[in-house]
């Protein structure tokens, strides 16, 4: 028996356009693409706060964000669920998308936070001296100067993030109940089972590459600058 060679790009268009893979893709990349920018506007301030004022309860705060780490999304996703089920928020597309986005934001704020922490604990206090010096308010010193001193540390967990929620299975699987919501991990799921009994693996296979290269190329091309935000948060400024 011959098995046949070659590269067959029908394969590819036919899993795009007629087994939802171009769904499930788009999903996904709207959910990590939005939430790894929310989670930078919402942590990286918080994050900076935590790193360079002194204020009550700062240590409690780093302290609870570090515990809720090593929380495990199934022991919060039932009380989730029956919320989010009295709220009525799974009737409609709109407020699944948002859900999921609030979701993915909301877990990942912890990692987020500490990531960045160290960043911002390592950068010089000369930045904000001078800042301060040339009348420059902390809010305007924060965005202006420490914000970009931090990229290398934003890009690397906006990576990791990113990936994270790509590859996000279990909350979608909970909360997305249609396919027009669901992302690139559950449809694939949903596709491999479908095979079972269509027998068409090679559109099977080819789907599966196409949900792999987002993240293959994000470390093929962004590895040094991972790299670069791992050890960077260990380097005193």
């Keep these: 028996m011959s098995f046949p060679t070659g590269l067959h790009f029908e394969n590819y268009v036919k899993a795009w356009t007629s087994q939802n893979v171009s769904v499930f893709f788009m999903n996904s990349l709207m959910y990590a693409s939005i939430s790894a920018v929310v989670l930078i506007l919402v942590c990286a301030p918080a994050a900076y706060a935590l790193s360079r004022f002194k204020f009550f309860l700062n240590r409690t705060i780093q302290s609870g964000f570090v515990a809720a780490m090593g929380v495990p999304v199934v022991m919060i996703i039932l009380p989730l669920f029956g919320v989010v089920t009295q709220l009525e928020l799974l009737k409609q597309d709109i407020t699944i ?71 996000e299975y279990f909350i979608s699987l909970i909360f997305a109940s249609g396919d027009q919501q669901r992302p690139v991990a559950v449809g694939l799921y949903s596709m491999i089972n479908s095979m079972k009994y269509t027998g068409d693996w090679a559109g099977m296979f080819a789907a599966v590459i196409i949900v792999f290269l987002p993240t293959f190329i994000l470390f093929i091309f962004l590895s040094e600058r991972i790299i670069q935000g791992v050890t960077g948060g260990g380097v005193k400024g």
């Design 97 to 167: 998308r948002m859900l999921l986005i609030f979701l993915y934001v909301g877990i990942n704020v912890p990692y987020t936070t500490i990531f960045l922490l160290s960043f911002f604990s390592n950068l010089s206090r000369s930045y904000e001296e001078a800042a301060a010096i040339d009348g420059c308010s902390p809010i305007a010193t924060f965005w202006r100067i420490m914000l970009p001193l931090a990229q290398p540390g934003i890009v690397t967990v906006s990576i990791f993030n990113f990936i994270n929620i790509w590859n």
